[in-house]
């Protein structure tokens, strides 16, 4: 089992930054990867940005692509989602999520484990 909790959200004015934190437990870190998804109220969750279990590849959604880097640090048990240029349709819930798996996904039904989630407000 692995559990994950994110940390980070909040309220902020378009053009603002937010740094999301996951911080994992349990089984070793960085036998995963890691992704982020995000769920706005009405909507389907879709996904965010993903990243090897070694740091090395990272894959975006064209809508946060040059805008919401990923990163981990495997010493901390923790990958992070940098938001930069937020817009209010940035607007979601946003849940991290690890997989087993030797590469990335953007599927969600690839991914074993899931967090609560953190909510993200962006006011125009």
């Known amino acids: 089992q692995v559990q994950l909790v994110e940390s980070g959200g909040g309220l902020v004015q378009a053009g603002g930054s937010l740094r999301l934190s996951c911080a994992a437990s349990?089984?070793?870190?960085?036998?995963?990867?890691m992704g982020w998804f995000r769920q706005a109220p009405g909507k389907e969750r879709e996904f965010v940005a993903a990243?090897?279990?070694?740091?090395?590849?990272?894959y975006y959604a064209d809508s946060v692509k040059g805008r919401f880097p990923i990163s981990r640090d495997n010493a901390k048990n923790t990958v992070y989602l940098h938001l930069n240029s937020l817009k209010p349709e940035d607007t979601a819930v946003y849940c991290c999520?690890?997989?087993?798996?030797?590469?990335?996904?953007?599927?969600?039904?690839?991914?074993?484990?899931w967090g609560q989630g953190t909510q993200v407000t962006v006011s125009s």
């Open positions: 999520a690890a997989t087993a798996r030797a590469y990335i996904s953007s599927n969600d039904y690839e991914y074993d484990y």
């Open positions: 349990g089984r070793t870190f960085n036998n995963y990867a």
């Open positions: 990243i090897s279990w070694s740091g090395s590849n990272t």
